[in-house]
């Protein structure tokens, strides 16, 4: 099979990248190993409003919730609450993945995409030293797909980058190790993502409850790698529950990592360009990743339409989307990854002071950005190091 | 020796995004190790759900 554009692994990342390929006339490919797309789903499925907004029509049957804002809670209790409808914020909308990643992937075949499912991306092709192609297992049989250039959007798990040479191995302190439950109970606040921060609850990440429709929420953990050991986060998971909700009814279970390692130092190689969190663009604080992850689909779908009919598939010529990605989404990615490598370190107390200082600041406008100024505002010395990084 | 409880994987492909020597796969709900795995531990410890374990090798 030839084509002039293999995208490896149909989240949101591979599917914007295809549907935005196809719609600017290259011939693509989309290969998803798992038989059905966005299941099992790695998720709380939290995203912000207005950013979706700015990438897809928006169909309501893909949103659980809809959320009026975020309450933060402290180790000792203390509140923050933070309003939805601003934008920027970074919740808004709770989504039901299964269906959105297959509407997205649905969206890319619409578009002119093929869309290959139960078919696993194995190595790269060669020729001349240069990526040609993809080397897969189609529904168990081997198949050659021969292309000038390959996305690698194949998640948590990619080997894309690896086959490429681009060691993309996640450090333990640049992974969050996470459990969730959908959770069934009278105590679930429908109106709020909540986050509860703590060491002793969520070592070096937080725990979240995300409501996904009448009295029910994904209640999960992530917990830092470096933190965290055989089995913590589905351990401190019930342990959370069975104090919080105690008469809670587990619906379902997952488990994931997402990477939090800011931007890696290269994401192309020839023929190779690797897109989410693949590309390791998840948020490194929420650990958010979808938006990113579209948002990095299209500019490497725009690339790939510009470059592949010119031939220009090179390491060089690819540098475009480097610069691309890392000048918007990677900016941000940048920042949050400095501020994250000094929250994980805090302990309660400076969680519990730092919460405190906000006592009587109006915080419910604010995003997480303007979250960060105020508390830098209130909290000079203490946080010191991050003042460049925030104003 | 790797050795992986698939009664309790829930196959989320994170040990496969850690390892250092990409030793790992996840094919759908199956997570396969290759003789590339150095023993290093890494994985065990990330494992959301506690189902990898460096056991010792039975001796032949
Ligand atoms: C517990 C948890 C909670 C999260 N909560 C949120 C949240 O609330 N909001 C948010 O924005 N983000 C959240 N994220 C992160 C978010 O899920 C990811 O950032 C997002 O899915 C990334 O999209 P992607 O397209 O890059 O990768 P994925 O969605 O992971 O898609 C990659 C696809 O590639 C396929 N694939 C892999 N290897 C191959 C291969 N060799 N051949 C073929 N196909 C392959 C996989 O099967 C998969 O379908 C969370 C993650 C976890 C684990
Ligand atoms: S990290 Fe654990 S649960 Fe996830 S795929 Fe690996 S062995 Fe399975
Ligand atoms: S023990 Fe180390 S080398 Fe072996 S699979 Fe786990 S992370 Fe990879």
Same mark, same amino acid.
């Given at each position: ?96 993945? @299964? ?14 995409? $093929? ?28 198949? @050659?797909?021969?292309?000038?250039? *390959? ?61 996904? #429709? ?7 953990? #992530? ?40 931007? *890696? ?74 501020? @994250? ?51 | ?15 496969? #995004? ?26 065990? $410890? ?15």
């Amino acid at each position: 099979m030839k084509c002039d554009l293999v995208v490896v692994g149909a989240g949101p990342g591979g599917s914007m990248t295809a549907k935005v390929a196809a719609e600017a006339g290259l011939d693509v490919v989309m290969l998803e190993k798992r038989q059905e797309i966005g299941d099992p789903v790695r998720c709380a499925e939290g995203v912000s409003k207005a950013a979706l907004r700015k990438l897809v029509d928006l169909d309501p049957v893909w949103i659980s919730a809809e959320v009026k804002g975020a309450r933060l809670r402290a180790p000792d209790g203390t509140e923050i609450v933070m309003s939805e409808d601003r934008t920027g914020a970074e919740v808004g909308y709770v989504l039901e993945r @299964k269906v959105f990643d297959r509407a997205l992937a649905r969206d890319a075949a619409e578009a002119g995409a $093929k869309v290959m499912v139960k078919t696993r991306a194995l190595g790269l092709l060669h020729e001349k030293g240069v990526p040609s192609g993809i080397s897969a297992q189609f529904v168990g049989e081997s198949l @050659k797909i021969e292309a000038p250039l *390959i996305i690698g959007a194949d998640g948590v798990e990619s080997k894309v980058g690896r086959w490429a040479g681009i060691d993309t191995a996640l450090k333990p302190k640049d992974i969050e190790t996470c459990a969730q439950f959908l959770l069934q109970d009278e105590k679930i606040d429908d109106e709020y993502c909540e986050f509860y921060l703590g060491n002793d609850i969520a070592p070096g990440g937080y725990v979240w409850s995300f409501p996904k #429709g009448e009295k029910l929420a994904n209640v999960g953990i #992530g917990v830092l790698g470096s933190k965290a050991n055989s089995g913590t986060p589905i351990r401190l998971l019930r342990e959370f529950v069975a104090k919080n909700f105690p008469d809670g009814k587990i619906l379902e279970m997952m488990v994931g990592g997402v990477p939090v390692s800011g931007p *890696i130092e290269t994401t192309t190689a020839d023929g190779v360009i690797l897109v989410g969190d693949a590309a390791r663009q998840s948020d490194p604080i929420t650990g958010g990743g979808i938006i990113n992850a579209m948002r990095a689909g299209v500019m490497a779908g725009e690339i790939a339409a510009d470059q592949v009919p010119k031939g220009e598939v090179d390491k060089e010529s690819l540098q475009i989307y480097e610069k691309r990605w890392r000048e918007t989404i990677g900016k941000q990615i940048t920042r949050n990854f400095a501020v @994250k490598e000094f929250f994980v370190d805090l302990t309660d107390d400076d969680l519990n002071h730092l919460t405190h200082s906000l006592n009587g600041i109006n915080v419910a406008e604010l995003d997480l950005r303007g979250l960060l100024k105020v508390l830098v505002r209130q909290n000079p010395k203490h946080l010191l190091k991050l003042r460049h990084l925030i104003v | 020796m790797l050795s992986v409880n698939r009664y309790k994987c829930g196959y989320c492909g994170a040990c496969v #995004g850690v390892c250092p020597a990409a030793a790992l796969e996840l094919v759908e709900t199956w997570i396969e190790v290759n003789d590339d795995c150095t023993k290093c531990g890494r994985c065990t $410890k990330i494992c959301p759900l506690g189902a990898l374990e460096l056991v010792k090798e039975a001796q032949t």
